[in-house]
T-cell receptor, first 116, second 112 residues
Framework: GAGVSQSPSNKVTEKGKDVELRCDPISGHTALYWYRQSLGQGLEFLIY????????KSGLPSDRFSAERTGGSVSTLTIQRTQQEDSAVYLC??????????????FGPGTRLTVL | QKEVEQNSGPLSVPEGAIASLNCTYS??????FFWYRQYSGKSPELIMF????GDKEDGRFTAQLNKASQYVSLLIRDSQPSDSATYLC????????????FGRGTSLIVHP
């Protein structure tokens, strides 16, 4: 079956512009996660959705970052007034999270964001 | 604050050897443990998960969990150059929390 997809795969933008990153999770996966990975660094958690709600937004770096999920499926991560330090690969993952045992996360290919 | 520590490496092993990757975690309540492999420029992919103390084997890979000592390791037997990648350890406390904490990863190089 289809895996997690993300678009665009690459995005180059100018400082101060807004960008939208899209994630389409595996069908039926209720949980969706956004991470950021800078060059040579580990995964930085941004936000987690269970269905359409976001119980944990603690990882969002600033109020310039926001995310939404509609229909329990597609999610959009929006970065307003981009800064050069926002340059990174933005990874989306989804999982079933059925029951009380956390399930395996399946990652999308990522969006490489470059802010000039 | 939950922490997951890994030696960044690189860990260099010859082809055919056993590669041993280690991960320690700070939250004693952690319940599930994952190893992901990430090739350069690619996204992480799951290798194994383990929930119970002891060893879990899957092909050339063995995950070892010791909750008392708060460490989890990954052994790769008969290492191949294609195993060269960064290995990420992820730990989840469970109890309703579905957000894992990732280590920064260990770079493994398997040389012919």
């Amino acid at each position: 079956g289809a895996g997690v997809s993300q678009s665009p795969s690459n995005k180059v933008t100018e400082k101060g512009k807004d960008v939208e990153l899209r994630c389409d999770p595996i069908s039926g996966h209720t949980a969706l996660y956004w991470y950021r990975q800078s060059l040579g660094q580990g995964l930085e958690f941004l936000i987690y959705f269970q269905g359409n709600s976001a119980p944990d937004k603690s990882g969002l770096p600033s109020d310039r970052f926001s995310a939404e999920r509609t229909g329990g499926s597609v999610s959009t991560l929006t970065i307003q007034r981009t800064q050069q330090e926002d340059s990174a690969v933005y990874l989306c993952a989804s999982s079933l999270t059925s029951g009380s045992t956390p399930d395996t996360q399946y990652f999308g290919p990522g969006t490489r964001l470059t802010v000039l | 604050q939950k922490e997951v520590e890994q030696n960044s490496g690189p860990l260099s092993v010859p082809e055919g050897a056993i590669a041993s990757l280690n991960c320690t975690y700070s939250d004693r309540g952690s319940q599930s443990f994952f190893w992901y492999r990430q090739y350069s420029g690619k996204s992480p992919e799951l290798i194994m998960f383990i929930y119970s103390n002891g060893d879990k084997e899957d092909g050339r890979f063995t995950a070892q969990l010791n909750k008392a000592s708060q460490y989890v390791s990954l052994l790769i037997r008969d290492s191949q150059p294609s195993d060269s990648a960064t290995y990420l350890c992820a730990v989840n406390t469970g109890g309703g929390s579905y957000i894992p904490t990732f280590g920064r990863g260990t770079s493994l190089i398997v040389h012919p």
